[in-house]
């Protein structure tokens, strides 16, 4: 168009404003095409998208080929348009998709490549047929875009289908055989698609050629999701797209490429066949630099490549407005320095956006977004592009008749300067890192790690990390390490280092043996072991029921389908059901505190002598019934799990499990850890009232454990007369602010006589932080106050507090099996034996 419009501006006859128009309308047209385009990619996929472009493409050229007026020349680059957002859409995100992460920069900068390409074709094309007659040339000009977009049609068919669009339709085995031809080794094709549908929240251990996905994957909702109700992570990445698209047509690029034969009449160069070979430069210039950046932008990185980038186009544009500023001073003299220098500068210009700014915008936006949101997110930068584009061709004539041609580049240079800011503080490095990672990469942490550090701390915990395994080896207590177990913890067991190792080791190995010699060792397990029971691991007797959204709330009562709306409500606040469908599995690694206050025996209080002790506890969980607890204190040791079938908890002092069962939950996952385990339990509560805690405005959810559940976890020894729990969840931010539970038990004796035992329990959340787009609780405190009273026991209460930190919370543990949530052999003797 460059080229063609010195020919039409003749042959038709045209004004300034109508050659605005001309130029900039595409890009007008071409938002239109890139709003349409995400939605086409998610229903018809990759491939179809990109034929559909290259048609539509067809159709453009061929009307202003032969448009017999200005307004079918209009229409036939309004059709052109549409083609243009539809391939700025699709094809960086099907180059992205198909790619490894460590090729993914620059396959993804070839349509780059490939349109400075065509650019600098349009400016060869336009100079060699200058020569041809007024009426014909032009026409012949936009003829031959025809044939690259019949090429593209047909070839396209021979590709390959992306396989993450693949696995989002649930076609597993077509997307393996796509990731075979694609990836260098079979290893890599099968770690990619483990990846991806971890990502399409798919089990990764699914064998299936195809299953059928709970949640659409044609496209609806995603405007929801991106713009409506955005995670923290997805609000970044959007702002990221937007802001990067937003300032590669701001800083001037399409000023240059579109009206560069004017920008040099301006300084001087007069003949067609002058400015067109000037022209040419420019996109000789453009095509060298985009094809040179493709080779760094997987080494050096996105950022760098910005920086570099947008910094050299500062001083260029403010060298291309200063030598255009004397020219135009200059009148009718012609100043040959300055004549070269804005030529010069222009090419400079070029070169310094060609390395950066060009190719990383489009690989950086077809980068960052979650699978589910890929398309329609890289289609909303490109609107903005095309946007920032149209206004900027629309208007430069208008601008330079208004502030001068040099006052033009000036502004351009100022552009330029917000846009490295913009970049530094808010584009983080994503070179290196799998499509599936980039929701890690744009969640904001209260400590900054580099890269390395982070996948460090990944590959950290793909064996299991245990407190206290094999006490009987002399090597055991190396693994205790392995986790943040308190210095305090550690200090309290000596005045030296090496007494606080003995008596450490000493405490470790006695749980282990069969001969407790020292009654004050007892006692002091008792105590432990009897305070970890209450506080440290408490199991709730009943069952968590998934998949209760989809339940009719029509047949529900005012408190109960109230109930549900506050759960939505929460699950909003917490990260949003995306967010929370890619979570697979858990680790989390924490410290806590636990210590025991008055002691009330009749009418007298006793201050109890205990004194605070601090430990750590590692958690694991795949799903709500598949999940491990070990919880050490002072050298005293809980461990608490489910396999899926029955759940259990024991200390290592004790040959036999304290207590079984059917699967249930563990309280500390309804601490905020888990908020899909909480919001399955709230959805079967009802609304009782509202409450004040901690100065928040709260609504109050209450659970009856029906008598079925109790009946199932009572025995010979003790029955279950109820068991009640409620949540109280914040009306301001949506999140769970506090947790409490009450039961009443009694114990049997073989006399007949019963003790009657209440344990009331309160778990308040101070402090909730975003792990991977989930705001997940990282501190909080509980009290727990028992009674117990009865005929054959004097009536005495009991409190005792814990405060507990999280230190690490880690996501989709590579290679967490079912195999690695084993009970005891204690119980599996008992199974069989049975």
């Excluded at 560069?260 to 996109?283: C, D, M, N």
């Excluded at 950022?303 to 291309?320: C, D, E, H, N």
């Amino acid at each position: 168009m460059s080229g063609a419009l010195i020919f039409i501006e003749e042959d038709l006859k045209i004004n300034d404003v109508q050659i605005q128009v001309l130029a900039g309308i595409i890009n007008f047209c071409a938002l239109v095409g890139a709003l349409s385009a995400g939605r086409t990619a998610d229903y018809i996929g990759r491939r179809y998208t990109i034929c559909s472009a290259a048609i539509i493409f067809l159709l453009g050229s061929l009307l202003m080929a032969f448009a017999p007026t200005y307004a079918v020349l209009l229409t036939g680059r309004c059709v052109a348009g549409i083609g243009v957002g539809f391939a700025l859409v699709i094809a960086p995100v099907y180059s992205a998709e198909i790619s490894a992460a460590s090729s993914r920069g620059i396959l993804a900068s070839l349509p780059e490549l490939g349109i400075s390409i065509g650019i600098l074709s349009g400016y060869i094309s336009n100079y060699l047929l200058a020569s041809l007659p007024l009426n014909i040339g032009w026409r012949v000009m936009f003829a031959i875009a025809t044939l690259p977009s019949l090429g593209l049609a047909i070839g396209i068919l021979g590709m390959p289908e992306s396989p993450r669009w693949l696995v989002m339709q649930g076609r597993l085995g077509d997307a393996k055989r796509v990731l075979l031809k694609v990836s260098n080794t079979k290893e890599e094709a099968q770690s990619r698609l483990q990846d991806i549908k971890l990502a399409a929240g798919i089990n990764p251990d699914c064998t299936d050629d195809f299953v059928r996905l709970k949640h659409n994957t044609r496209g609806q909702g995603v405007w929801k999701e991106l713009l409506l109700r955005p995670t923290p992570p997805v609000r970044w990445m959007l702002l990221a797209a937007i802001g990067i698209h937003f300032f590669e047509h701001a800083t001037g690029i399409e000023a240059v490429v579109l009206y560069s034969p004017r920008i040099f009449k301006k300084a001087g160069v007069t003949t067609k066949k002058k400015l067109l070979l000037a022209t040419i430069g420019v996109g000789v210039t453009k095509l060298i630099f985009i094809f040179s950046s493709t080779f760094f932008i997987d080494r050096s990185g996105r950022r760098k490549l910005l920086q570099i980038s947008v910094g050299g186009m500062i001083v260029a544009l403010l060298g291309l407005g200063f030598a255009l500023t004397i020219v135009h001073q200059s009148h009718d003299q012609k100043v040959v320095w300055a004549l070269w220098l804005s030529i010069a500068t222009c090419y400079l210009y070029v070169m310094f956006f060609s390395i950066g700014l060009a190719p990383v915008t489009w690989v950086y936006s077809s980068e960052i977004f979650p699978l589910k949101l890929r398309a329609q997110g890289a289609s909303i930068g490109v609107a903005v592009n095309r946007a920032t584009n149209a206004t900027v061709s629309m208007t430069f004539l208008s601008l330079v008749n208004a502030i001068t041609i040099g006052g033009a580049f000036f502004l351009f240079a100022g552009m330029s300067v917000l846009a490295w800011i913009f970049f530094f503080f808010f584009l983080p490095e994503t070179k290196g890192r799998s499509l599936e990672e980039m929701e890690e990469v744009f969640t904001r942490r209260k400590k900054s790690r580099n890269v390395d550090t982070e996948l460090q701390s990944q590959n950290s915990i793909i064996q299991m990390r245990v407190l206290c395994p094999n006490f009987e080896r002399e090597d055991a207590l190396e693994t205790v390490l392995d986790v943040p177990i308190p210095e305090e913890m550690f200090t309290n067991m000596g005045t030296s280092v090496n007494l606080r190792w003995q008596n450490m080791s000493t405490w470790m190995r006695a749980q282990t043996s069969d001969k407790w010699l020292s009654p004050i060792i007892v006692n002091r397990y008792n105590e432990l072991t009897f305070l970890l029971y209450i506080v440290g691991s408490p199991l709730l007797p009943l069952q968590i029921q998934l998949d209760n959204r989809t339940r009719s709330i029509r047949s529900s009562s005012i408190e109960a389908s109230t109930a549900k709306y506050i759960v939505q409500q929460y699950m909003a606040a917490i990260g949003g059901q995306p967010a929370l469908n890619a979570v697979q599995s858990l680790c989390a690694i924490g410290q806590l505190k636990i210590s025991s206050s008055d002691f009330h025996q009749g009418d007298e209080t006793v201050k109890a002598e205990s004194r605070e002790q601090t430990g750590a506890f590692v958690l694991w969980q795949k799903n709500p019934n598949l999940w491990c607890l070990e919880l050490l204190v002072a050298g005293c040791k809980v461990i608490a799990g489910s396999n899926g079938k029955i759940s259990w908890r024991q200390s290592s002092n004790q040959l036999r499990p304290i207590s079984k069962g059917p699967p249930r939950p563990l309280r500390r996952f309804l601490q905020g850890l888990d908020p899909r385990s909480t919001g399955d339990l709230f959805l079967q509560a009802v609304c009782i009232g509202e409450k004040v805690i901690n100065d928040e405005e709260c609504f109050i959810l209450k659970i009856d454990t029906s008598q079925s559940d109790l009946e199932e976890h009572t025995d010979s020894r003790y029955e279950i007369i109820h068991h009640t729990i409620w949540g109280y969840f914040s009306q301001r931010s949506g999140l769970l602010v506090k947790f409490e539970d009450s039961r009443l038990l009694t114990v049997n004796y073989d006399n007949g006589d019963g003790v009657f035992w209440e344990t009331s329990t309160e778990s308040v959340i101070e402090d909730y932080r975003y792990v991977e787009g989930v705001n997940i609780a990282h501190s909080g405190r509980t009290s727990v106050t028992i009674f117990r009273y009865g005929e054959q026991s004097s009536n005495h209460k009991r409190q005792f507090e814990e405060k507990w930190t999280i230190e690490e919370v880690h996501f989709n543990v590579w290679g967490l099996t079912k195999d690695f949530f084993t009970p005891p052999p204690e119980l599996t003797k008992e199974d069989k034996t049975t």
